[in-house]
């Protein structure tokens, strides 16, 4: 299988899909899934962009929105992760994954799925220590410090993936593992971002939680971006350090170290890696590996029985306050919610992931006559927008029998006219899916059945009776205050071009 990796995305969903097309046509080879490693700005609209942390001067519509609305087709399989420059309400909405276009994936905060037998996980998100140990406590309409803090990596779904035992083939995080530069080649990286030479010799350059997941997961291959630079560096983890070339060109070195090994037990201890730059013209921000693959296997996303099984274990202390959010002391036992997963797959009687994409927010209309966007250069201002159930989340959630604990206020505005929550919806006619039917019959209907679905969701006899996080926060006595200040003026996060 042939998979096309992209560094930061940014938002040019057009530029990338062309690049692989001339990728494609210069190369002669045919690409079966493309990567995002973070940054992939899902903006659909203006009140989206509001939500995306980043300097003013970046912020801008870009292509996504596009293919949101229906006037593009995402070429390709499209797989990504999140990075810090996010339109964090929406991917939110989707927190364990889910399209968020027709063909485009996104994996969630934390996730794990597989794509034409290829098992690819990932970590969202990039890592700050005074988050890292709270829970999700962003509540919308975010404020602008929530819209930079959202996107730090909390304890708990690094947890839930430290819960992993199978092999991994592929995993994504948009910073850097720490320590991953001692790896490769750190002359040519300080050549291109000198200023990191400092963080090189502290060894504080990349996320302690990601280097911890590289050492317990030993993926075959790992891809990130963030640093907007090209970098491969060859981990291994039994201790011998393999050959590697630090003398040809970066693209030989890339090459080299993507080649090293096959399929056999050695390279099973080692892991590749690869950081790639964002799409801008002249930079390194595509790469295309070969993975082997059975003959006549299914290019489709499916579901992974390991990680539903983790989900729905762990789901019971999912944090959502700002306080230091407590995992258990005890190891979380997996077999019982394993045999369960295994047993709702084989009713569902296929683990592929159900192409249930529809859309939850009015896409971006450019037209310049619309209202309300005659200052802004032409930009409406944007609106805080508030909670969504996507109804993505609400299967997900049917399928695995677990309440829906997304919505921090559990509140619903009952006052809308839309049927999306949407209060200020210019037309109806974004309520349709792309081939034009309505929505499908499992999504609710008017406001108050969204709400009644997002705040009352049955419980089975068999999940534990914790409905919010105030009775999962005393079962777990997790109230206590978090170690030392939490700092409430957020920087931007902004890695220069
Ligand atoms: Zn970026």
Redesign the pocket.
């Known amino acids: 299988m042939k998979i096309a990796v992209e560094?930061?995305a940014?938002g040019e969903l057009d530029a990338i899909y062309g690049a692989i097309r001339c990728l494609e046509e210069r190369e002669n080879v045919k690409i079966d899934l493309l990567i995002c490693c973070?940054?992939f700005q899902a903006v659909r609209n203006e009140d989206d962009l509001g939500n995306l942390a980043c300097p003013a001067k970046y912020r801008s519509m870009n292509t996504f929105w596009k293919y949101y609305a229906g006037k593009e087709k995402a070429p390709y399989p499209t797989l990504f992760i999140g990075?810090?420059?996010e339109a964090s309400n929406h991917l939110w909405e989707l927190f364990y994954g889910g399209w968020v276009c027709p063909n485009v994936y996104f994996l969630g905060f934390a996730g794990v799925i597989r794509f034409g037998g290829v098992r690819i996980g990932g970590l969202s998100g990039i890592y700050k220590s005074h988050h890292y140990h709270l829970g999700h406590y962003e509540c919308q309409p975010y404020s602008e410090n929530d819209m930079r803090s959202i996107y730090h990596i909390r304890e708990y779904d690094v947890y839930r993936l430290k819960k992993i035992q199978e092999h991994m083939d592929i995993f994504l995080s948009?910073d850097w593992p720490r320590g991953i530069s001692a790896h490769g080649n750190e002359k040519r990286l300080l050549k291109s971002k000198p200023y990191l030479e400092e963080e090189l010799l502290k060894n504080t350059l990349g996320s302690p939680p990601a280097e911890e997941l590289l050492n317990h997961l030993r993926p075959s291959y790992w891809f990130s971006?963030?640093m907007?630079t090209k970098f491969a560096a060859l981990v291994s983890h039994d201790g011998r350090r393999r050959p590697q070339s630090n003398n040809g060109s970066a693209e030989h070195e890339t090459t080299s170290i993507l080649r090293t090994g096959g399929n056999d037990q050695s390279s099973m201890q080692c892991t590749r890696f690869l950081a790639l730059d964002?799409c801008l013209p002249g930079r390194d921000f595509l790469q295309i590996v070969d993975i082997p693959t059975p003959p006549n296997t299914s290019m489709q996303f499916e579901y992974d029985e390991e990680w539903l099984a983790i989900t729905k274990a762990c789901h019971s202390f999912f944090p959502l306050q700002r306080v230091r959010a407590a995992m258990p002391s005890r190891p979380v036992d997996l077999q019982a919610d394993r045999a369960w997963v295994k047993e709702r797959l084989r009713e569902r009687g296929t683990s592929a992931v159900p192409s249930n994409f529809v859309v939850t927010a009015p896409p971006y209309d450019p037209t310049p006559s619309t209202p309300d966007r005659s200052s802004s250069g032409g930009m409406a201002t944007p609106r805080r927008p508030r909670h969504i159930a996507n109804p993505q989340t609400l299967a997900f959630l049917e399928m695995l029998d677990l309440p829906y604990l997304l919505d921090h206020s559990a509140k619903v505005d009952r006052n809308v006219s839309g049927p999306w929550l949407w209060p200020h919806s210019r037309t109806p006619d974004w309520t349709l899916q792309f081939d034009g039917t309505p929505p499908a019959s499992s999504c609710p209907s008017n406001p108050s059945d969204m709400g009644r679905s997002a705040s009352q969701h049955r419980l089975s006899s068999r999940e534990k009776p914790v409905q919010s996080s105030e009775e999962i926060a005393s079962a777990l006595d997790v109230s206590q205050p978090v170690d030392g200040e939490v700092e409430d003026e957020e920087e931007d996060d902004y890695?220069p071009l």
Do not use: F, L, V
């Open positions: 560094g930061c940014h973070g940054d990075g810090n420059h948009h971006a963030h907007h964002k890695i």
